[in-house]
């Protein structure tokens, strides 16, 4: 090889190496950011109702400061390389999906849409081909939020609360009628949502187990799902 | 008792329909590309065939080899201009941050790709084609329609090191074959010292290292015997090229069966490489 050459492409080569080193220590910090969200969020399981909104309230602040570093991140990323090094952050954002969706379902029970969520990030529209919300992030995001639900589900019990179960019950079958729309490919996501059913089948039996000793409030009209025996 | 009323639906179902045109949008250009680059692949192994057979010649030793690189090297590029032309049609579906969405669909057909024109340039011009070469003979009037990248380009000329090796050593017995057989041993000397340096940057290129040193391996064990057996007689090269020519043409003028064997004797050796 020309010599000129080789330089060229050891220089071209180097350039990527600085700019992964830079994408990295944001990462890092993202990461350090999520995992003080998700520490909090742990408490869920053992914060009697009355006391949630005080929690939620604590934890905000941690889900607005993603804002900060994506900002930064999004100035790394050269124009269309979006794709290109995605996967440097792809478990850290969807880690913060989870975190929003979570929060937005124990605050208001809806589900936050892939916009709001975008937003809540901080992640603009106009960055499209440098840093995006993919669905399918947003996708796996929502399913770890149903594994969580699942144990919420049953240490809400343990702590006395009956209708959480209920509510959480009719919050993921929406979800699962949502995922079944879908025509999934043999991928992870795939088999993240065959794994629901075993989120759905543990909820179901805290439903039953609930409702069969009337521990739960009566009914609305519609408030109760049918058990599966 | 407290009681509590629920919207039945709390999740907007709807969405998920915009999710399923968006995953099938992915999924079914993915299954595209797929398939693209896998026709590329295999126009280029072709290609690589039609530079071996051709530079080889037919059985007449008399051939010039220098004349038949150069008519392999035409030949060559005529059919990779199928493949630029394949490149060119995927450039809707590459457009603006969904090249890097794909790269890795697209990925190994591209370096075989690169194989296959790097061999051709290299019987051309006996030179290593650059990264500028390469990029441009992916576009045209309206500019790039297939970005090339670094790693593509070097795990590419990575693999073209076995080409060069078969070449040489089938090429061996020829007049000017020792010849060639030390040009090539050189010049792939040469790109696996080039690549050493590259070897930390690119992951795969570790393993094709690796293959490139027992490419290079081959062809050094095959010029060594050569430098033993030539210096047993004090003759010019030329002089012993004469001597196995003279023997050959003799051998061919007695009937055709015995050489057909040793061509497929050939063939077969260069299967073998290939695993």
Known sequence: ?229 | MSTFTLDPHHVSIDIFDNFRADLDDYNDRRERLIKASRDITNLSKKTIFLLHRIAQGSHDPNEDSHVLAKKAAQEGYAKLREIQTLYSHLRPELGGDKFWRYQRQVSPGLQEYIEALSFAHYLDHGTLITFDEVQHTLMDAQGVFFPLTISDYVLGLSDLTGELMRFAISGIARRGGRKKAQDVCTFVRGCKADFERMTPYIRELKKKQSVTSQSLEKIEDAAYTIMVRTSEYDLSPEMLDDIVTQSISSYIGTGRQPSRRGRGDRMSDDEDEDI
């Open chain 1, 1 to 229: 090889m020309d010599p000129n050459e080789l330089d060229k492409i050891i220089d071209l080569l180097d350039r990527d190496v600085e700019l992964r080193e830079k994408i990295k220590d944001q990462v890092t910090l993202l990461d350090k950011k999520t995992r003080t969200t998700i520490g909090i969020l742990n408490r869920i399981h053992s914060t009697p109702s009355e006391a949630m909104p005080a929690l939620i309230e604590s934890v905000q602040p941690t889900l607005l400061s993603y804002r900060e570093v994506i900002s930064t991140l999004v100035e790394i990323i050269p124009e269309n390389q979006f794709w290109r090094w995605k996967d440097m952050w792809t478990n850290s954002i969807r880690t913060a999906v989870f975190a929003a969706v979570l929060i937005e379902y124990l605050s208001n029970r809806t589900l936050l849409s892939l916009a709001q969520t975008a937003e809540i990030l901080g992640i603009e529209e106009k960055w499209g081909d440098r840093l995006a919300l993919p669905v399918e992030d947003y996708l796996q995001g929502l399913i770890t939020v149903v594994n969580e639900l699942s144990r919420l589900a049953v240490n809400a019990v343990t702590m006395g609360n009956f209708e959480e179960p209920i509510k959480i019950s009719l919050f993921v079958k929406d979800l699962f009628t949502g995922f079944s729309m879908l025509n999934l490919k043999n991928d992870l996501l795939r088999r993240r949502f065959d794994s629901l059913k075993y989120d759905i089948k543990k909820i179901e039996e805290v439903v039953y187990d609930v409702s069969l000793r009337k521990l739960a409030p009566a009914p609305g009209s519609s408030g109760i799902p049918k058990v599966h025996s």
